[in-house]
């Protein structure tokens, strides 16, 4: 019984830490204004500091292919 409440918990975080990482990438496409708190607030939580980091190698990315359009 025990058992399967810790399993419910572990799939309730998961699913949160999922929705949280296509949050940060839909976010990462649109560059919204509150991005900065966003990632303050996440790179502050352990296990989810990990996703600033995507987060900016994504904008990095989208930077450079923009910078290659102009110059074409």
């Known amino acids: 019984m025990v ?5 419910y918990i572990n799939i309730l ?7 949280i990482v296509i949050l940060m990438v839909f976010i990462a496409f649109n560059e919204c204004k ?14 989810f500091g990990v996703i600033p980091l995507f987060h900016d190698i994504l904008m990095i990315k989208r ?5 290659d ?4």
């Open 3 to 7: 058992y399967s409440y810790f399993l």
């Open 34 to 47: 509150g991005n900065i708190l966003i990632h303050g607030i996440l790179a502050a939580i352990p296990p």
């Open 13 to 19: 975080s998961m699913l949160i830490y999922l929705a």
């Open 63 to 67: 930077m450079s292919t923009e910078e």
């Open 69 to 72: 359009k102009r110059r074409q």
